[in-house]
Nanobody
Framework: QVQLVESGGGLVQAGGSLRLSCAAS????????MGWFRQAPGKEREFVAA????????YYADSVKGRFTISRDNAKNTAYLQMDSLKPEDTAVYYC????????????????????WGQGTQVTVSS
């Protein structure tokens, strides 16, 4: 069982930056693929980024590639999402997710593959 708690959301102007954190409980954090997803009002949840258990592989949605960076610190049981050059269309509730499936780009972007989810943190980007 893994519990996830996101933090770091807030209100920022377009062009600004935020860093989201996802703190995980449990001793098996290092075995999990970590993903970030987001959901804007009236829209379906969408994939943002994912990272393999040992940080050797990452995968990004085209909409955030070059602006967002996912990372993790297994010693701290924490995953991060550094968001730069934010745009109003990045406004959403951001969720972190975890699961122990074998890494692949197609699988890590599928929200149905993740068993564990955080409660979400709101990110609002003003124009």
């Amino acid at each position: 069982q893994v519990q996830l708690v996101e933090s770091g959301g807030g209100l920022v102007q377009a062009g600004g930056s935020l860093r989201l954190s996802c703190a995980a409980s449990g001793r098996t954090f290092s075995r999990y693929v970590m993903g970030w997803f987001r959901q804007a009002p009236g829209k379906e949840r969408e994939f943002v980024a994912a990272i393999s258990w040992n940080s050797t592989s990452t995968y990004y949605a085209d909409s955030v590639k070059g602006r967002f960076t996912i990372s993790r610190d297994n010693a701290k049981n924490t995953a991060y999402l550094q968001m730069d050059s934010l745009k109003p269309e990045d406004t959403a509730v951001y969720y972190c997710a975890a699961d122990s499936f074998p890494w692949s780009g197609s699988v890590c972007s599928d929200s149905g593959e993740y068993d564990y989810w955080g409660q979400g943190t709101q990110v609002t980007v003003s124009s």
